[in-house]
């Protein structure tokens, strides 16, 4: 549930046949209040998807930092009926332990129709949120119906909770309209929209509400039969508390060709609109670039 727009092009780099792999991974975020955070991660899998993940995690701010490790089991299985994509470990951060994980657990009940469930579990990576020790678990059911080869919606519905006594109900959607197959163009709107039952908490962004939505446009192009290409930006409204503001996002990636052996992503994201479980809103600035390589042997 994070604002990883990783989650829409993660097919690009998962293999069709299982085998045994290494991997590495980094995650590198700055906003515009200087706040940085760094991950980096290597893992086995074997030829069944069991695996395992570690790395190194690091946060900075002006005047502050902190830094920490994080170790999981992983499991990961995709075939023409299902997708599952599972993690469960631990992470040590400032001298206070979480047991973090994520479930991604998608059902095809027919060509036209999926339904899923989401489930993370993390520590909210923000400077007060990391010095008082605050975690969170997201769930959320899932839904993607294709109503024709064009038109398709995708909802998802669940709540987060805090544990700084805080839930927050969550809904989002994205209604998507190809316009050309060749090139993967597609035309887009995605609303978000959740409230806080125990609202301005000081440790994360929490609005009593916020409403938003945004429209926009994607493409994912396969480039010379060497590598593909993908691209989004979007704009639109958020609403909070009362007030109204302009929203945009835009993200850019690189990616091995799907059926390729070596398997590896490329990909930034610049937003000015709050990461779901932490940051700010307003004149708040947001980006992200993270890379993943997968070698089979």
């Given at each position: 549930?994070?604002?990883?727009?990783?989650?829409?092009?993660?097919?690009?780099?998962?293999?069709?046949a299982?085998?045994?792999?290494?991997?590495?991974?980094?995650?590198?975020?700055?906003d515009?209040?200087?706040?940085?955070?760094?991950k980096?991660?290597?893992?086995?899998?074997?030829?069944?998807?069991?695996g395992?993940?570690?790395?190194?995690?690091?946060?900075?701010?002006?005047?502050?930092?902190?830094?920490g490790?994080?170790?999981?089991?992983t499991?990961?299985?995709?075939?023409?009926n299902r997708t599952?994509?599972?993690?469960?470990?631990?992470?040590?951060?400032?001298?206070?332990?979480?047991?973090?994980?994520?479930?991604d657990?998608?059902?095809?009940?027919?060509?036209?129709?999926?339904?899923?469930?989401?489930?993370?579990?993390?520590?909210?990576?923000?400077?007060?949120?990391?010095?008082?020790?605050?975690h969170?678990?997201?769930?959320?059911?899932?839904?993607?119906?294709?109503?024709?080869?064009?038109?398709?919606?995708?909802?998802?519905?669940?709540?987060?909770?805090?544990?700084?006594?805080?839930?927050?109900?969550?809904?989002r959607?994205?209604?998507n309209?190809?316009?050309?197959?060749?090139?993967?163009?597609?035309?887009?709107?995605?609303?978000?929209?959740?409230?806080?039952?125990?609202?301005y908490?000081?440790?994360?962004?929490?609005?009593?509400?916020?409403?938003e939505?945004?429209?926009?446009?994607?493409s994912?192009?396969?480039?010379?039969?060497?590598?593909?290409l993908?691209?989004?930006?979007?704009?639109?409204?958020?609403r909070?508390?009362?007030?109204?503001?302009?929203?945009?996002?835009?993200?850019?990636?690189?990616?091995?060709?799907?059926n390729?052996?070596?398997?590896?992503?490329?990909?930034?994201?610049?937003?000015?609109?709050?990461?779901?479980?932490?940051?700010?809103?307003?004149?708040?600035?947001y980006?992200?670039?993270?890379?993943?390589?997968?070698?089979?042997?």
């Amino acid at each position: 549930m994070k604002g990883r727009f990783l989650g829409a092009l993660v097919v690009l780099w998962a293999c069709s046949a299982q085998a045994q792999s290494v991997s590495g991974s980094f995650f590198a975020t700055q906003d515009s209040d200087d706040f940085r955070e760094s991950k980096q991660t290597l893992g086995y899998a074997t030829g069944a998807g069991w695996g395992v993940r570690a790395g190194a995690l690091h946060y900075t701010a002006p005047g502050w930092s902190a830094s920490g490790s994080l170790a999981a089991a992983t499991y990961k299985q995709i075939n023409k009926n299902r997708t599952i994509d599972a993690s469960l470990g631990t992470a040590r951060v400032a001298g206070t332990s979480y047991w973090v994980g994520a479930l991604d657990y998608m059902e095809h009940l027919n060509p036209a129709t999926a339904v899923g469930l989401s489930l993370e579990r993390d520590l909210v990576n923000s400077i007060r949120g990391i010095d008082g020790g605050v975690h969170f678990t997201a769930l959320a059911a899932v839904l993607d119906h294709a109503f024709n080869e064009q038109f398709n919606v995708g909802i998802a519905a669940g709540t987060a909770l805090f544990s700084n006594d805080n839930q927050r109900p969550i809904l989002r959607t994205r209604w998507n309209y190809s316009i050309s197959e060749r090139y993967g163009i597609n035309a887009y709107v995605r609303t978000r929209s959740y409230h806080n039952t125990n609202a301005y908490r000081p440790e994360y962004f929490s609005p009593e509400r916020l409403r938003e939505a945004s429209a926009g446009l994607s493409s994912r192009f396969e480039v010379a039969q060497a590598f593909v290409l993908s691209a989004s930006i979007d704009a639109g409204q958020q609403r909070i508390d009362g007030a109204s503001d302009p929203i945009w996002r835009g993200t850019l990636g690189i990616a091995s060709r799907r059926n390729s052996a070596l398997q590896w992503f490329l990909g930034i994201e610049a937003s000015n609109t709050a990461p779901l479980f932490a940051g700010r809103t307003g004149s708040y600035r947001y980006t992200s670039a993270t890379g993943r390589v997968s070698v089979p042997f």
